[in-house]
């Protein structure tokens, strides 16, 4: 199945530090999603994106639909330990073709974030 | 309190044997998904459904097989088919708006572990 490409793969920072991770695409999305995932549980969704452009926050996170609408960054803000986590980006396909890829997502592999106190 | 419960958490069977995975939904959501999760591959689809009695096959359907007979239900059985059924398994479900419109945000429940020895 089809990938998005999600980087950086782990990152490694101190507490207080800002962090910053991005997917991207060839192909054009209508959404964005952000999902944060504990070790052992399922993902929690952090932030939902639903226009080209559109900033979105959610306490210390801040996520961006990107204007071409093939990539989307996500920015936490101040971390702090419980930041700790796999965080994923997902998409959903702008395709007038196939109607079957409007009811699935694409995932991106995932950025590990640890942090230091 | 409305959610989406996995049962049972951690689950251990014998090669060769069938085994029924859990997913029950109190959101009123027409969709669900299942996907596994294996270290470093994200998340992959393998079977979904839009509507009761329908589904449809995701990226990795082979040695699974799924019903949808009540809306709030979604039992996954791995069988003896499927070479490599070691994995996390997530069940996701999808609502619509107040409008009736499909959103695209999917919510997963806690997730099962699944050995087999």
């Known amino acids: 199945g089809q990938q998005l490409n999600q980087s950086p793969q782990s990152m490694f920072i101190q507490e207080g530090e800002d962090v910053s991770m991005n997917c991207t695409s060839s192909s054009i999305f209508n959404t964005w999603l952000w999902y944060k995932q504990d070790p052992g549980e399922g993902p929690v969704l952090l932030i939902a994106l639903y226009k080209a452009g559109e900033l979105t926050s959610n306490g210390r996170l801040t996520a961006q639909f990107g204007i071409t609408r093939k990539d989307s960054f996500l920015n936490i803000s101040a971390s702090i330990p419980s930041d700790v986590g796999i965080y994923f980006c997902a998409g959903q396909l702008q395709d007038f073709y196939n109607a079957g890829n409007n009811r699935k997502l694409i995932w991106g592999l995932g950025t590990s974030l640890a942090v230091n106190p | ?117």
């Not at chain 2, 014998?14 to 596994?36: F, I, P």
């Not at chain 2, 239900?73 to 070691?86: D, E, G, I, R």
């Not at chain 2, 695209?104 to 020895?117: A, C, D, I, K, S």
């Open chain 2, 1 to 117: 309190d409305g959610g989406i419960t996995q049962s049972p958490k951690y689950l251990f069977r014998k090669e060769g044997q069938n085994v029924t995975l859990s997913c029950e939904q109190n959101l009123n959501h027409d969709a669900m998904y299942w996907y596994r999760q294996d270290p470093g591959q994200g998340l992959r689809l393998i079977y979904y459904s839009q509507i009761v009695n329908d589904f449809q096959k995701g990226d990795i359907a082979e040695g699974y097989s799924v019903s949808r007979e009540k809306k709030e239900s979604f039992p996954l059985t791995v069988t003896s088919a499927q070479k490599n059924p070691t994995a996390f398994y997530l069940c996701a479900s999808k609502g619509r708006t107040a409008t009736g419109l499909a959103k695209n945000e999917q919510f997963f429940g806690p997730g099962t572990r699944l050995t087999v020895l």
